[in-house]
Nanobody
């Protein structure tokens, strides 16, 4: 089991940048794939970006490609999401998640952006982008 704690959310103007952090309670290297999701109340949780901890492969939703970067600091067990060129439609609660390597979420890039198969979730951090 792994506990996840996000931080770094806040309010920013359109065009600005924010970096989110997700501290894991133990090493995820070689054992989990990890991802960032976002959710508006009443809507399905949307996959934003994912990363394979052992291979470093990354996948992004089309809506954030070229603007967001996911990375993993294995030494500090911390997942990051660097968000740039933010738009008001990026306003959401952002969650980090971890899926064991045997999970369906780790089977492919497309699968990794589905909330199905992720066992562990952080509490969420709010990002608000004003125009």
């Amino acid at each position: 089991q792994v506990q996840l704690v996000e931080s770094g959310g806040g309010s920013v103007q359109a065009g600005g940048s924010v970096r989110l952090s997700c501290a894991a309670s133990k090493s995820t290297t070689g054992s989990y794939c990890m991802a960032w999701f976002r959710q508006t109340p009443g809507k399905v949780r949307e996959g934003v970006a994912s990363i394979w901890a052992w291979g470093g492969s990354t996948y992004y939703a089309d809506s954030v490609k070229g603007r967001f970067t996911i990375s993993l600091d294995n030494a500090n067990n911390t997942l990051y999401l660097q968000m740039a060129a933010l738009k008001p439609e990026d306003t959401d609660t952002y969650y980090c998640a971890a899926a064991p390597i045997y999970s369906a979420a780790c089977e492919s890039g497309i699968a990794s952006l589905s909330h199905i198969g992720y066992f562990y979730w952080g509490q969420g951090t709010q990002v608000t982008v004003s125009s």
